[in-house]
């Protein structure tokens, strides 16, 4: 056993120097670098509370501003290391059926300095809170699952309206409002520039029901499962109807009961119908099994698009793939720190943000790695 701890210890630190060997160039000077290095075998380290204090503690520095310079004053471009995420995702967790899934999730703040912070609902909170949104990107794939992209949300009136304020923050007269499906299909479009492997796309309710985010992935040719409120009008063939409508017209013999993926209590089942919405459109419904506190049974809606037929345990799985980004969001708060930063600015929300984001990659495929070695091992 000691024999194997240390070959697993010599594996992670193969596994990392290569993780790190992927945008060590993006840090011209060296004091950078070794700052960034540090910055990240912190986020990694079991510490409980990842800010600049105990980072710095971590790397042996007697104050916490040199980790502070890294994320605030250092010169290296946060948006070409995200790049480098991406790639080292796509490089190790990449299947041809993956699925990329868009959401945001909230940074309790406190005051009214940081960058995009308002009063305004988190779903972390589950009610309104002095908060910052990020909206983020997520590949989950049957290798793993990993976040690989990120935007900070910012609020049209309190924010963007208010060039004064946004100086202040450091955030540049040309960025402007973009709604949170906007953000999200910039990440798209970087992602598929990029040469991401993936086949579909999913996500709740605010992007599902948004149409130029629909529209913009069909003309793109991507295929997407999205939830959709019970209110959304859908065409057939007597003209639009409501998706709560047309849950009453499916058979009880069309219902099938499937796994949309194992959870922390096994498989989620649920039952499925599949009904036609117009060309290359279908509305799938989820059922429970149970009834709730009402005594019904809770519905719930996803647009589906694609341009030829697929079999219901697909669509099932792709609905099913929006909790990749609910258990990346727990494991990259609770493990690398997403949440720990405590920065004002713009930029420097970036940098922590993407650091954290390649700790928690990292972690995503030493998991596949270990599992892989595993595997191998039980049948040697």
């Not at 000691?2 to 596994?15: C, E, F, K, M, N």
């Not at 204090?53 to 890294?70: C, K, N, Y």
């Not at 309790?108 to 909206?135: D, F, H, M, P």
């Not at 099932?316 to 793939?321: D, P, Q, Y």
Request: with cysteine; glycine share 8%; hydrophobic share 40%.
């Amino acid at each position: 056993m000691a024999a194997l701890r240390i070959l697993d210890l010599d594996a992670w630190r193969a596994g990392f120097d290569d993780l790190f060997a992927r945008f060590a160039g993006r840090f011209v000077q060296v004091q950078t670098r070794r700052r960034s290095r540090a910055y990240l075998l912190g986020l990694l380290s079991r510490t409980e509370r990842k800010n600049g204090w105990t980072l710095a503690e971590q790397a042996g520095d007697a104050t916490p501003d040199g980790m502070q310079r890294l994320l605030n004053h250092a010169a290296w471009d946060a948006d070409k290391v995200r790049d480098d995420l991406r790639g080292y995702v796509a490089d190790h967790l990449g299947h041809e059926q993956a699925v990329l899934v868009a959401d945001e999730t909230g940074f309790l703040k406190k005051g009214v300095k940081s960058a995009g912070v308002q009063r305004q609902y988190s779903g972390t909170a589950g009610r309104i809170e002095n908060c910052q949104l990020g909206v983020f990107l997520v590949y989950a794939s049957a290798h793993g699952r990993a976040l690989i992209d990120r935007e900070l949300y910012l609020p049209q009136f309190s924010w963007c309206a208010d060039r004064d304020r946004c100086r202040e923050a450091e955030i540049d007269d040309e960025v402007e409002f973009a709604t949170k499906p906007e953000l999200a299909r910039l990440m798209l479009e970087r992602a598929v520039d990029g040469g991401v492997p993936f086949s579909w796309f999913t996500a709740d309710e605010a992007y599902g029901q948004n149409p130029g985010l629909r529209s913009w992935l069909e003309q793109r040719g991507i295929a997407y499962v999205m939830a959709i409120p019970c209110k959304q009008e859908l065409p057939t063939a007597a003209g639009k109807r409501r998706a709560d409508t047309l849950v009453r017209l499916v058979p009880k013999s069309a219902w099938q009961r499937r796994s949309c993926g194992d959870g922390a209590k096994g498989p989620r089942l649920y039952d499925w119908a599949l009904v036609d919405a117009g060309e290359h459109h279908s509305l799938l419904i989820r059922r429970s099994l149970t009834l709730n506190t009402k005594g019904i049974r809770e519905l719930a809606y996803f647009l589906c698009h694609t341009t030829n037929p697929v079999p219901l345990d697909v669509l099932v799985r792709v609905a099913g793939s929006r909790w990749a980004v609910e258990e990346c969001f727990q494991a990259a708060k609770n493990e690398v720190g997403l949440d720990h930063y405590q920065v004002r600015k713009y930029g420097a929300w970036y940098r922590h943000i993407t650091l954290a984001m390649l700790a928690h990659a990292f972690l995503a495929v030493t998991a596949k790695t270990e599992k892989g070695a595993l595997q191998t091992a039980m049948t040697a």
